[in-house]
C-alpha cells in the first residue's frame, strides 16, 4: 500500500466521548443498538436531562458519521479495490438502514415531548429540522435510500474507470484537462472527441442506472405522501427558507442577466481567437494563443504554494491546513481508479475534515484545493458547536465558505506565478467560470425541476427536455456536428444521479462569495473577519441569518444579480488590460 493511500489517522481523543463506550466498533450494529435501545427508553423531566438525550444523540450519530465518512473515503480513493467497496456498501446496507430507523425513534421521542418546548430558544433550528424529518420519515424508504447508494457507487465506478488512449496514452478523462487548455487546436478538438465518445459509449448503461434512481425516488416521494419528488427532496433538505417557485424566479433572473454577460464573453473569444465559429474545445485555451498556465509539476508543490497563501491571508488558516497535511487528510493526486471530482468529508467525531480532489498540474487545481479547503476551514471554524448537526450547514452556506476562498485565496496567484500577467490571467479565467457557473446551474437546477415534475417521461422526452432547457441557457458555442454529445452531456454531472437538487446551492452561495469579494476588494481584513465569524456558527441558524452572522445579504434577485455581474465585468476588463500593457 503507498502512502498516498495509507489509513487516516484515528480520532486523537481531543473530544473525548461520554456516551458511546470508547472501545465500541461503529461497524458493528449488534454494538450500536443498545445504545440507541438507551435513548429511546428514557423519560426525561427536567431541562437537564432533555438537553443530556440530545447531547448523547449527536455523539452516537458523530461516532456512526465518521465511521460512514472513512468508509466511503477509502473506496474513493481507489474504486479498483473490491474490498474496500464491499466494506462501504456494507455499512450503508448493514448499519446506515438501522441507525437511520433508530435515530427517526430517538426524533419522535424528542419532537413529541411537551418538554421539548423549553428548549427551543437553545436549540430551535435543531428542533425544527427534526420535527420535518419526523414527518417525512417512512421505514420503508431506508431500503430504497441504501438500494440508491448502490446504484450510486455503479455510477462513481463507471465514471472513475474512464479511460482513453490519447495520442498512444492512456489517460483517465481527468487527465485530459492540459489539453483543452492547449494552443493546438487539433489536439483540443481530439481530446474533446477522444473524452466525448468515452461517455457516449456509456451512456445507455448510465441512462439504466438513472431510470433506476428515478423509480426508487418516486417511491420514496409516494410512500412518503409527497405529490413528486422534488417536493420531498425540498423537504428532506430541510429547505425552509426558499420553495421552486423561487428557484424558477432565479432561472429566469440568469436568463435575463447572466446569460447576456456569458454570451458577451463568448464573442470576445471568439474575436479573441480569431474564430469564424467557437466551438466546445476553445473555452478553455488562452485566447491570445498563449500557452497553458502550468502553476506547478507535482501534487507537493501544489500543497505548499496553497500553504503559502493561507499564511498570507491568516496564521490560524496556515496552521489548520499543515495540520491536514501532517495527519495525512489530504488526497490530492490524479490516478486511475480514483473517484473523479473533488470533496471536503467531514470526519464528524474527530471534528476534522479530509480534502479529496483530482490535481493533473492545470490553474483550476489551484481553485479546487482553495475550494476545497474552505470547507474544511468551515469544519475547523465550527467544531467548537457541540452539537453535530450545528457542526453542518446548510449548502447555500457551506459553498458560501468554499467559493468565498477561491475569491480571497486568489488575491495571492503571485504565490504560483511570478509574472503579473499570469496571475491576471489566472484571475480572469476564475471570473469568467463564476459567470459560466450561473448559467450551468440554472441549466441543471431547471433540468431537475423537469425531470421530477415529469416522473413518467421517456428517454426521448427527457434528452428533448434537456435540449430546450440548454438552448434556454446558451451561450453562442457552436455544437453542430456534435448534438449527440451535447444531448447527453447531463450524464457528467454527479450531482444529478448521487445528489438530487443539490446543484443551486452552487449559485446561491456563488451570490454569497461574490459580495465577500466585493468586500475584499476596500477592507480584505475586515472581509475575513466576518467570514469567519459566519462560518463559525455551524448550522445554528437559519439561511438568512448565517449570510447576515457573515455581513452578507441572502438575496437571488436579477436585481443582486446585475450588481454582481457588472462588478465582476468592470474587473474582467480591468484583467484583460493587464495582457494589453
Same mark, same amino acid.
Given at each position: 500500500?503507498?502512502?498516498?493511500?495509507?489509513?487516516?489517522?484515528?480520532?486523537?481523543?481531543?473530544y473525548?466521548r461520554?456516551?458511546v463506550?470508547?472501545?465500541?466498533?461503529? !461497524?458493528?450494529?449488534?454494538?450500536?443498538?443498545?445504545l440507541?435501545?438507551e435513548?429511546?427508553a428514557r423519560?426525561?423531566s427536567?431541562?437537564?436531562?432533555r438537553?443530556?438525550?440530545?447531547?448523547d444523540?449527536?455523539?452516537l450519530?458523530?461516532v456512526?458519521?465518521?465511521e460512514?465518512? $472513512?468508509?466511503?473515503? /477509502?473506496?474513493?480513493?481507489n474504486?479498483?479495490?473490491?474490498?474496500?467497496?464491499?466494506?462501504?456498501?456494507? @455499512?450503508c446496507h448493514?448499519v446506515?438502514?438501522?441507525?437511520?430507523?433508530q435515530?427517526?425513534a430517538?426524533y419522535?421521542?424528542?419532537?413529541?415531548?411537551?418538554?421539548?418546548?423549553?428548549?427551543?430558544? +437553545?436549540?430551535?433550528?435543531?428542533?425544527? +429540522?427534526?420535527?420535518?424529518?419526523v414527518?417525512?420519515?417512512?421505514?420503508e424508504?431506508?431500503?430504497l435510500?441504501?438500494d440508491?447508494?448502490d446504484? !450510486?457507487q455503479?455510477?462513481?465506478?463507471r465514471?472513475g474507470?474512464?479511460?482513453?488512449i490519447?495520442?498512444?496514452?492512456?489517460?483517465?478523462?481527468?487527465q485530459?484537462?492540459?489539453?483543452?487548455?492547449?494552443?493546438?487546436?487539433t489536439?483540443r478538438?481530439?481530446?474533446?472527441?477522444a473524452?466525448?465518445?468515452?461517455?457516449?459509449r456509456e451512456?445507455d448503461a448510465?441512462?439504466d442506472?438513472?431510470?433506476?434512481?428515478?423509480?426508487? $425516488?418516486r417511491?420514496?416521494?409516494? +410512500?412518503?405522501?409527497?405529490?413528486?419528488?422534488?417536493?420531498?427532496?425540498?423537504r428532506?433538505?430541510n429547505?425552509?427558507?426558499y420553495t421552486?417557485?423561487?428557484?424558477?424566479?432565479?432561472?429566469?433572473?440568469?436568463e435575463k442577466v447572466?446569460?447576456? *454577460?456569458?454570451?458577451?464573453?463568448r464573442?470576445w473569444q471568439?474575436e479573441?481567437?480569431k474564430?469564424?465559429?467557437?466551438?466546445?474545445?476553445?473555452l478553455?485555451?488562452?485566447p491570445?494563443?498563449r500557452p497553458?498556465?502550468v502553476?506547478?509539476?507535482q501534487?507537493a508543490?501544489l500543497?505548499?504554494g496553497?500553504?503559502?497563501?493561507f499564511?498570507?491571508?491568516?496564521?490560524?488558516?496556515?496552521?489548520? @491546513?499543515?495540520d491536514l497535511r501532517g495527519?495525512?487528510?489530504?488526497?490530492?493526486?490524479?490516478?486511475? &481508479?480514483k473517484r473523479?471530482?473533488?470533496?471536503?468529508?467531514?470526519?464528524e467525531?474527530?471534528?476534522i475534515?479530509?480534502? @479529496?480532489a +483530482?490535481a493533473v498540474?492545470?490553474?483550476?487545481?489551484?481553485?479546487?484545493?482553495?475550494?476545497?479547503?474552505? #470547507?474544511?476551514? #468551515?469544519?475547523?471554524?465550527s467544531?467548537t458547536?457541540e452539537l453535530?448537526?450545528?457542526?453542518?450547514?446548510?449548502?447555500?452556506?457551506?459553498?458560501?465558505?468554499?467559493?468565498s476562498?477561491?475569491?480571497l485565496g &486568489?488575491? #495571492?496567484l503571485?504565490?504560483?506565478?511570478?509574472?503579473?500577467e499570469?496571475?491576471a490571467?489566472s484571475?480572469?479565467?476564475?471570473?469568467?467560470g463564476? *459567470?459560466?457557473?450561473?448559467?450551468?446551474?440554472a441549466?441543471?437546477?431547471a433540468?431537475?425541476h423537469w425531470?421530477?415534475?415529469?416522473?413518467?417521461?421517456?428517454?426521448?422526452?427527457?434528452?428533448?427536455?434537456?435540449? &430546450?432547457?440548454?438552448?434556454?441557457?446558451?451561450?453562442? *458555442?457552436?455544437?453542430?456536428g456534435y448534438?449527440?454529445?451535447r &444531448?447527453y452531456a447531463w450524464?457528467?454531472?454527479? #450531482?444529478?444521479?448521487?445528489?438530487p @437538487?443539490?446543484?443551486?446551492?452552487?449559485?446561491?452561495?456563488?451570490?454569497?462569495?461574490?459580495q465577500v469579494w466585493?468586500?475584499?476588494?476596500t477592507?480584505?481584513a475586515? /472581509?475575513?473577519?466576518d467570514y469567519?465569524?459566519?462560518?463559525?456558527?455551524?448550522?445554528?441558524?437559519?439561511l438568512?441569518?448565517?449570510?447576515?452572522?457573515? !455581513?452578507?445579504?441572502f438575496?437571488v434577485?436579477?436585481g443582486m444579480?446585475?450588481?454582481?455581474l457588472?462588478?465582476?465585468?468592470?474587473?474582467?476588463?480591468r484583467l484583460r488590460?493587464v495582457?494589453?500593457r
Open positions: 500500500m503507498t502512502a498516498a493511500l495509507s489509513p487516516l489517522e484515528r480520532p486523537t481523543g481531543e473525548a461520554r456516551f463506550p470508547s472501545a465500541l466498533d461503529p !461497524g458493528d450494529w449488534n454494538a450500536l443498538a443498545p440507541f435501545a435513548l429511546i423519560t426525561p427536567t431541562r437537564a436531562e438537553e443530556r438525550r440530545i447531547r444523540l449527536s455523539e450519530l458523530a456512526i458519521g465518521e460512514r465518512a $472513512r468508509r466511503h473515503i /477509502a473506496s474513493a480513493r474504486t479498483e479495490d473490491a474490498e474496500l467497496e464491499q466494506r462501504y456498501l456494507s @455499512f448493514d446506515d438502514p438501522k441507525a437511520s430507523e435515530t427517526d430517538v419522535r421521542k424528542i419532537a413529541t415531548d411537551p418538554g421539548s418546548a423549553e428548549l427551543d430558544a +437553545n436549540y430551535g433550528t435543531f428542533l425544527r +429540522n427534526i420535527r420535518n424529518q414527518e417525512i420519515f417512512r421505514a424508504n431506508v431500503k435510500e441504501a440508491l447508494e446504484l !450510486g455503479d455510477y462513481s465506478k465514471m474507470r474512464m479511460t482513453v490519447f495520442r498512444g496514452e492512456e489517460k483517465t478523462l481527468a485530459l484537462a492540459p489539453i483543452y487548455e492547449s494552443t493546438d487546436r489536439a478538438r481530439e481530446a474533446f472527441e473524452a466525448s465518445g468515452r461517455r457516449l451512456r448510465l441512462d442506472i438513472f431510470d433506476a434512481m428515478l423509480a426508487k $425516488r417511491e420514496i416521494a409516494k +410512500n412518503a405522501g409527497a405529490a413528486n419528488y422534488r417536493d420531498f427532496r425540498f428532506q433538505l429547505r425552509f427558507d421552486p417557485d423561487d428557484c424558477a424566479l432565479f432561472h429566469t433572473a440568469v447572466a446569460v447576456p *454577460v456569458l454570451a458577451e464573453l464573442q471568439k479573441t481567437l474564430l469564424d465559429a467557437l466551438r466546445p474545445w476553445d478553455s485555451v488562452d491570445w494563443g497553458p498556465l502553476p506547478f509539476a501534487p508543490e500543497e505548499a496553497v500553504g503559502r497563501i499564511e498570507r491571508l491568516a496564521p490560524e488558516l496556515a496552521a489548520q @491546513f499543515a495527519r495525512g487528510l489530504l488526497d490530492v493526486a490524479n490516478r486511475k &481508479g473523479p471530482g473533488a470533496f471536503c468529508y467531514p470526519l467525531e474527530s471534528r475534515p479530509f480534502i @479529496f +483530482n498540474g492545470v490553474d483550476d487545481d489551484i481553485r479546487t484545493l482553495l475550494h476545497e479547503m474552505g #470547507h474544511g476551514f #468551515h469544519a475547523f471554524a467544531r458547536q453535530v448537526w450545528y457542526r453542518d450547514c446548510p449548502s447555500e452556506f457551506a459553498e458560501v465558505a468554499s467559493m476562498m477561491e475569491l &486568489g488575491r #495571492h503571485d504565490v504560483f506565478y511570478r509574472d503579473p499570469h496571475a490571467r484571475a480572469r479565467e476564475n471570473l469568467e463564476i *459567470v459560466s457557473t450561473f448559467t450551468w446551474v441549466t441543471i437546477d433540468f431537475q425531470i421530477y415534475t415529469h416522473p413518467e417521461h421517456t428517454r426521448r422526452e427527457r434528452r428533448d427536455a434537456w435540449i &430546450g432547457i440548454v438552448q434556454r441557457f446558451a451561450d453562442g *458555442v457552436d455544437w453542430s448534438e449527440e454529445v &444531448g450524464h457528467r454531472q454527479l #450531482h444529478v444521479f448521487l445528489y @437538487f443539490y446543484y443551486i446551492e452552487y449559485a446561491i452561495a456563488q451570490i454569497g462569495a461574490l466585493l468586500a475584499a476588494r477592507d480584505p475586515r /472581509a475575513l473577519s469567519r465569524r459566519g462560518l463559525a456558527l455551524g448550522g445554528s441558524r437559519p438568512p441569518q448565517l449570510f447576515a452572522g457573515a !455581513g452578507l445579504t438575496d434577485s436579477e444579480l446585475r450588481r454582481l457588472g462588478a465582476v465585468q468592470e474587473e474582467l476588463k488590460d495582457k494589453s
